[in-house]
């Protein structure tokens, strides 16, 4: 599959099918996602990967009870490890971390996996559940498993390239 066929592949999948990940897929995913770039080639990141159903459970309960979150065999949480700002004053760990999640997105829609980046958590409840430092931050969790449907049948609905790109200026 090319990079091009696995982000129009890619799908917020919140239906999850009771197959487990093979472990081994799971770790050359996370290969994937451990040669992302980072500022100064620092890797300000951990990632916890849940596959324990009682974990996933109040994981769940801890991200608005959103109930797909247990029902993926595999949650991973995206850490970021230190708050270093880049001299444009935004967090690097938080870009880096994203940049390495996303790589997950799209090795995962190469492997038929569904995932879905989940914002809407208790911070401190989840950093309690995963046992996270308290000087460290989650930025993000993610379910991961095999979806219930075909990713490759729905449309994705974007606005048109005009209404998101400007040249030379924002105007």
């Given at each position: 599959m090319e990079v091009k066929e696995a982000i129009l592949r890619r799908r917020s999948v919140r239906s999850f099918k009771e197959k487990d990940v093979p472990r081994e897929l799971l770790e050359d995913i996370m290969e994937s996602v451990r040669m992302a770039p980072s500022a100064s080639n620092r890797q300000d990141w951990q990632f916890v990967l849940v596959d324990d159903s009682a974990t996933r459970e109040k994981l769940a309960r801890a991200a608005s009870n959103q109930n797909f979150?247990?029902?993926?065999?595999v949650v991973v949480a995206g850490i970021n490890t230190e708050m270093k700002m880049m001299s444009c004053g935004v967090?690097?760990?938080t870009v880096d971390l994203a940049i390495a999640m996303d790589h997950l997105t799209l090795r995962a829609a190469e492997e038929g996996l569904g995932t879905c980046w989940i914002g809407a958590f208790d911070q401190e409840k989840t950093k309690e559940i995963l046992s996270v430092p308290e000087d460290s931050k989650v930025i993000t969790l993610m379910p991961l498993g095999y979806p219930t449907y075909d990713l490759t049948k729905e449309n994705k609905r974007r606005k048109a390239l005009e209404e998101i790109i400007n040249y030379n200026s924002f105007e």
């Open positions: 979150v247990k029902e993926a065999p967090k690097a760990g």
